[in-house]
Protein backbone atom coordinates (compact mmCIF):
# COMPACT_ATOMS: atom_id res chain seq x y z
CA UNK A 1 0.00 0.00 0.00
CA UNK A 2 1.29 3.25 -0.80
CA UNK A 3 1.42 6.49 1.34
CA UNK A 4 0.58 9.68 -0.30
CA UNK A 5 1.10 13.23 0.74
CA UNK A 6 -1.37 15.76 -0.74
CA UNK A 7 0.28 18.79 0.06
CA UNK A 8 -1.60 22.43 -1.50
CA UNK A 9 -1.78 26.02 -1.18
CA UNK A 10 -5.05 27.59 -1.53
CA UNK A 11 -6.55 31.22 -1.64
CA UNK A 12 -9.93 30.87 -2.31
CA UNK A 13 -10.90 26.80 -1.87
CA UNK A 14 -10.55 26.03 -5.02
CA UNK A 15 -7.01 24.48 -4.89
CA UNK A 16 -8.16 22.95 -1.61
CA UNK A 17 -11.19 21.38 -3.20
CA UNK A 18 -9.00 20.02 -5.93
CA UNK A 19 -6.70 18.45 -3.00
CA UNK A 20 -9.72 16.45 -1.56
CA UNK A 21 -10.82 15.02 -5.08
CA UNK A 22 -7.43 13.54 -5.26
CA UNK A 23 -7.12 12.88 -1.64
CA UNK A 24 -10.49 10.93 -1.61
CA UNK A 25 -9.59 9.14 -4.88
CA UNK A 26 -6.60 7.84 -3.86
CA UNK A 27 -7.93 6.81 -0.25
CA UNK A 28 -10.40 4.75 -2.54
CA UNK A 29 -7.80 3.19 -4.51
CA UNK A 30 -6.07 1.86 -1.59
CA UNK A 31 -3.62 4.43 -0.92
CA UNK A 32 -3.19 5.96 2.73
CA UNK A 33 -3.22 9.54 2.31
CA UNK A 34 -2.24 12.27 4.14
CA UNK A 35 -3.77 15.68 3.30
CA UNK A 36 -2.19 19.34 4.39
CA UNK A 37 -1.27 22.74 3.35
CA UNK A 38 1.85 24.03 2.45
CA UNK A 39 2.34 25.33 6.14
CA UNK A 40 1.37 21.99 7.81
CA UNK A 41 3.99 19.90 5.70
CA UNK A 42 7.48 19.30 7.13
CA UNK A 43 10.56 18.40 4.28
CA UNK A 44 11.96 16.86 6.45
CA UNK A 45 9.07 14.06 6.43
CA UNK A 46 9.37 13.55 2.58
CA UNK A 47 11.11 9.93 3.28
CA UNK A 48 8.01 9.05 4.83
CA UNK A 49 6.17 9.12 1.52
CA UNK A 50 6.03 6.72 -1.52
CA UNK A 51 4.27 9.62 -3.64
CA UNK A 52 2.99 13.02 -3.76
CA UNK A 53 0.01 15.12 -4.96
CA UNK A 54 1.33 19.36 -5.06
CA UNK A 55 -1.61 21.62 -5.49
CA UNK A 56 -1.35 25.50 -6.47
CA UNK A 57 -3.23 27.86 -7.88
CA UNK A 58 -2.13 30.36 -10.81
CA UNK A 59 -0.12 33.44 -9.00
CA UNK A 60 0.39 36.96 -10.65
CA UNK A 61 1.92 36.54 -13.72
CA UNK A 62 1.30 32.43 -13.61
CA UNK A 63 3.63 31.65 -11.08
CA UNK A 64 3.59 29.48 -7.88
CA UNK A 65 2.17 31.53 -4.86
CA UNK A 66 5.56 32.98 -3.98
CA UNK A 67 5.70 33.58 0.39
CA UNK A 68 4.66 30.18 0.96
CA UNK A 69 4.44 27.02 -1.86
CA UNK A 70 7.27 27.91 -3.93
CA UNK A 71 9.49 28.04 -0.70
CA UNK A 72 8.41 24.58 0.35
CA UNK A 73 8.22 23.17 -3.06
CA UNK A 74 12.22 24.69 -3.53
CA UNK A 75 12.84 23.13 -0.22
CA UNK A 76 10.87 19.05 -1.09
CA UNK A 77 12.47 19.49 -5.01
CA UNK A 78 15.42 17.39 -3.59
CA UNK A 79 13.04 14.68 -2.55
CA UNK A 80 11.47 14.13 -5.81
CA UNK A 81 13.91 12.24 -7.68
CA UNK A 82 12.67 8.86 -8.90
CA UNK A 83 9.01 9.64 -7.05
CA UNK A 84 5.43 9.84 -8.54
CA UNK A 85 4.52 12.98 -8.58
CA UNK A 86 1.17 14.99 -9.40
CA UNK A 87 0.78 18.83 -10.01
CA UNK A 88 -2.71 20.11 -9.84
CA UNK A 89 -4.05 24.35 -9.44
CA UNK A 90 -6.82 26.20 -10.19
CA UNK A 91 -6.21 29.37 -12.38
CA UNK A 92 -9.04 32.17 -13.31
CA UNK A 93 -6.91 33.99 -16.13
CA UNK A 94 -3.59 33.12 -18.74
CA UNK A 95 -3.57 29.66 -20.19
CA UNK A 96 -1.73 27.62 -17.65
CA UNK A 97 1.78 28.37 -18.29
CA UNK A 98 2.19 27.97 -14.31
CA UNK A 99 1.18 24.86 -14.40
CA UNK A 100 3.82 23.89 -17.18
CA UNK A 101 6.55 25.33 -16.04
CA UNK A 102 6.10 23.49 -12.73
CA UNK A 103 5.79 20.43 -14.36
CA UNK A 104 8.66 20.76 -16.79
CA UNK A 105 10.69 21.64 -13.22
CA UNK A 106 9.34 18.97 -11.45
CA UNK A 107 10.62 16.10 -14.60
CA UNK A 108 13.63 17.91 -14.45
CA UNK A 109 14.36 17.20 -10.42
CA UNK A 110 13.62 13.81 -11.40
CA UNK A 111 10.05 13.24 -10.44
CA UNK A 112 7.83 11.06 -12.19
CA UNK A 113 4.60 12.45 -13.54
CA UNK A 114 2.01 9.95 -13.23
CA UNK A 115 -0.49 12.04 -15.29
CA UNK A 116 -0.91 15.22 -17.22
CA UNK A 117 -1.13 18.16 -14.54
CA UNK A 118 -4.55 19.12 -13.83
CA UNK A 119 -6.19 22.53 -13.90
CA UNK A 120 -9.23 23.95 -13.06
CA UNK A 121 -10.68 27.43 -14.14
CA UNK A 122 -12.32 27.95 -10.52
CA UNK A 123 -13.72 25.53 -9.06
CA UNK A 124 -13.29 22.01 -10.14
CA UNK A 125 -16.06 20.43 -11.86
CA UNK A 126 -16.52 18.62 -14.92
CA UNK A 127 -13.71 17.04 -16.69
CA UNK A 128 -11.60 19.48 -14.05
CA UNK A 129 -13.34 17.08 -11.41
CA UNK A 130 -12.54 13.98 -13.29
CA UNK A 131 -9.58 14.71 -13.58
CA UNK A 132 -8.55 15.03 -10.21
CA UNK A 133 -9.97 11.45 -9.42
CA UNK A 134 -8.04 10.57 -12.33
CA UNK A 135 -4.83 11.72 -10.70
CA UNK A 136 -5.72 10.31 -7.07
CA UNK A 137 -6.18 7.08 -8.45
CA UNK A 138 -3.08 6.77 -11.28
CA UNK A 139 -0.61 8.56 -7.43
CA UNK A 140 -2.71 5.12 -5.34
CA UNK A 141 -0.99 2.42 -8.43
CA UNK A 142 2.25 4.21 -9.25
Do not use: H
Amino acid sequence: MSKIAVVYWSGTGNTEAMADLVANAAQAAGATVDKMTSAEFNVADAANYDAFALGCPAMGAEQLEESEFEPLYQDLRGSLSGKPVGLFGSYGWGDGEWIRTWAEDAQAAGARLVADPVMANGAPDGDASDACNALGTALANA
